[in-house]
């Protein structure tokens, strides 16, 4: 069972696009839903004789890109481990598809975490974070909890570091969910575009600024300072939409209603409520603030027009194993 996260830092690139070794270091925090949970669960049988792996989400078996992407991960796993077995994949998510959510995280470090007790109950968690980054790069990140470093480096160096645990702080992340404006171009696909043809100027500043904004974040994160935090937050942000607005064609994730949240945050900022806006690879927009003033931003970016939902989440656990098969 694992959760999202949040990057603070964000990851957008590849040195190596088969295994997703990052191209530069990213920093996040790994969320637990307070007014709707956010668990993605994921078991393991294995198959006996079957020919192929089957995927059972909530009950109906999928053959669709959902499967792809599990049997993808799993056979690199498997090439990795040496585990021949075909498997029966069963996946429960309590929270919806299509709600914007990076749900990629969540069931690659789920499923990374459920194929190490399949094969050896002693695989430590380092070595469950690479076998996740392999699945989906964000991944790595949320088989730890709470302020997370994924660093870059050979594929066996790299792997999620947990800086804080859970308990650290009780920073809070609302995710305003709003309506997209156009089809999202997949993360996967999206950042292999970023690095061909977007500006070097553009690309090599946004690779060489990760390391002073993850040290500046890390030391915001240790000393629980939000206003240092929010402004890394906003600048890495602000570098990740200016490689992606450069990309050609252009990836552009934003809504009318993502500029409207991001223009709510700075009118509470300017009455005194210390928020701070960004997003991902989608519409949705990620309101870092104290849990003090959570209700406030919640009422206000409420309401704007194209808000659907305001999902409040906090810093949350890392991935853990189920004893219970779903099946
Ligand atoms: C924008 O790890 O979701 O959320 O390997 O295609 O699953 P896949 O990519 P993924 O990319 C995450 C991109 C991001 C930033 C981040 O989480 O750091």
């Known amino acids: 069972m694992a959760h999202p996260n949040k990057a603070i830092v964000i990851y957008w690139g590849n040195t190596d696009d088969h295994l997703n070794i990052p191209s530069r270091t990213s920093l996040s925090m790994t969320l637990c839903g307070v007014n709707r949970k ?8 294995t198959a006996g004789d079957a020919q192929g792996d089957r995927v059972i989400i909530d009950g109906s078996e999928d053959k669709g890109g959902i499967r792809d992407d599990f049997v993808r991960h799993l056979n690199i796993m498997r090439h990795y481990t040496g585990f021949k077995q075909k498997l029966i994949v069963a996946t429960k998510k309590t929270f919806p598809v299509g709600s914007g959510l990076a749900g990629s995280a969540a069931a690659a470090s789920a499923l990374a975490e459920a194929f190490a007790g399949l094969i050896d109950g002693g695989v430590d968690k380092r070595r469950v974070s690479i076998m996740a980054r392999r699945g989906s790069g964000s991944a790595a990140r ?7 470093k994924l660093q870059t480096g050979a594929d066996e160096e790299s792997f999620g570091v947990q800086l804080w645990d859970e308990k650290h702080w009780d920073l809070c992340d609302l995710i305003a969910i709003v309506d997209p404006g156009m089809k999202k171009v997949k993360s996967r696909e999206g950042m292999r575009l970023s690095k061909q043809t977007c500006p070097k100027k553009v690309y090599s500043n946004f690779v060489k600024m990760a390391q002073t904004h993850v040290e500046q974040a890390a030391k915001a994160v240790a000393i629980r300072d939000l206003e240092g935090l929010g402004k890394v937050y906003e600048a890495d942000n602000m570098l990740f939409r200016a490689v992606c607005m450069n990309t050609k064609p252009p990836l552009d994730y934003w ?3 993502t500029e409207d949240v991001l223009a709510a945050v700075i009118r509470l900022r300017s009455e005194g409520v210390p928020a701070f806006a960004g ?4 519409p949705n927009v990620h309101i870092l603030t104290g849990s003090r003033h959570a209700k406030k931003v919640i009422e206000k970016v409420k309401e704007v027009a194209g808000v659907n939902e305001v999902i409040h989440a906090i810093p949350g656990e890392g991935s853990r194993r189920l004893r219970k098969h779903l099946l």
């Open 255 to 257: 809504s009318s209603a």
């Open 279 to 282: 997003t991902d690879a989608g």
């Open 38 to 45: 956010l668990d993605y669960t994921v078991t393991l049988k």
């Open 142 to 148: 949320s088989v730890f909890g709470g302020f997370v």
